[in-house]
């Protein structure tokens, strides 16, 4: 039942983070539901990565909701300037 709920917390948590780092990328983001809430877990990861460079936490660590998103923001640039790229659009 814990890990049941540690799931539907993460989905939910991703989903939030997802929209909100959404928010501050312009454009067009193709993204329905599920590829929101990955790309809120992994804006968590990749803040939690960011923030241990200035605090010296363990990397792996989820980070909390503020690096979270800017780490979702990140991830979301990142695959779009990638999809651009490969796509051979300037």
């Not at 991703?14 to 599920?34: K, S, W």
């Not at 200035?54 to 979270?68: E, H």
């Amino acid at each position: 039942m814990h890990t049941l709920a540690s799931i539907i917390g993460w989905i939910v948590f991703g989903f939030i983070v997802g929209l909100l780092g959404r928010l501050l990328v312009p454009g067009r983001q193709p993204l329905g539901f599920l590829g929101t809430t990955l790309l809120g877990v992994a804006g968590s990861f990749a803040g939690g990565a960011i923030a241990s460079v200035f605090t010296g936490k363990q990397l792996g660590d989820p980070a909390g909701w503020i690096m979270s998103i800017i780490g979702a923001a990140l991830v979301l640039a990142g695959y779009l300037a990638y999809a651009r790229k490969r796509s051979g659009m300037p």
